[in-house]
T-cell receptor, first 111, second 108 residues
Framework: DVKVTQSSRYLVKRTGEKVFLECVQD?????MFWYRQDPGLGLRLIYF???????EKGDIPEGYSVSREKKERFSLILESASTNQTSMYLC??????????FGSGTRLTVV | KNEVEQSPQNLTAQEGEFITINCSYS?????LHWLQQHPGGGIVSLFM???GKKKHGRLIATINIQEKHSSLHITASHPRDSAVYIC??????????FGQGTRLTINP
């Protein structure tokens, strides 16, 4: 069964900490995405990557960076976590074409 | 105005009822997705459509490209169908544009 795995289901971090959210897919997909989901705002794209070492800004990249050193792994980095980054973070992958597979999400709380 | 609009935002129904959730979009698309999200859970892709109609069990999805409209139907609804249903369109460059979601509650 194909999978997108996010390393943590729940995470609590302090303001100012550097936070890493990891996402791994086992489907050899070219494209990987990071979204955040907030009540009333829906899902918003933070960053995406269409190949190893390639990245593109999404709609809300401020305060985030990403890393894709291997095809199967796409990391989201919060350089200095702030309370307004408290959210549900969802990773997804897709092949070059159609069809998305989503991870289970990481609920991040920044205190 | 959002590029993808869903209606209704919230829907409560009794077990067994026929459910319809609507999605309208204002951009040209290459495909449309219907997604399901259970409380606290991740997102599951139910359908991907570029034309016509698809059926999976009690779920049916239709799309009218000319009218820029899609519907998700659930027949013989069950409490386990309670979830948020999200419409998302692929408007280019592999990026999805999401609707706000429809929260469905099915009471026994």
């Amino acid at each position: 069964d194909v999978k997108v795995t996010q390393s943590s289901r729940y995470l609590v971090k302090r303001t100012g900490e550097k936070v890493f959210l990891e996402c791994v897919q086992d489907m050899d997909h070219e494209n990987m995405f990071w979204y955040r989901q907030d009540p009333g705002l829906g899902l918003r794209l933070i960053y995406f990557s269409y190949d190893v070492k390639m990245k593109e800004k999404g709609d809300i990249p401020e305060g985030y960076s990403v890393s894709r050193e291997k095809k199967e792994r796409f990391s989201l980095i919060l350089e200095s976590a702030s309370t307004n980054q408290t959210s549900m973070y969802l990773c997804a992958s897709s092949p070059s074409g159609f069809g998305y597979t989503f991870g289970s999400g990481t609920r991040l709380t920044v205190v | 105005k959002n590029e993808v609009e869903q209606s209704p935002q919230n829907l409560t129904a009794q077990e067994g009822e026929f459910i319809t959730i609507n999605c309208s979009y204002s951009v040209g698309i290459s495909a449309l997705h219907w997604l399901q999200q259970h409380p606290g859970g991740g997102i599951v892709s139910l359908f991907m459509l570029s034309s016509g109609k698809k059926k999976h069990g009690r779920l049916i999805a239709t799309i009218n490209i000319q009218e820029k409209h899609s519907s998700l139907h659930i027949t013989a609804s069950h409490p386990r169908d309670s979830a948020v249903y999200i419409c998302a369109v692929m408007a280019g460059a592999q990026k999805l544009v999401f609707g706000q979601g429809t929260r469905l509650t099915i009471n026994p």
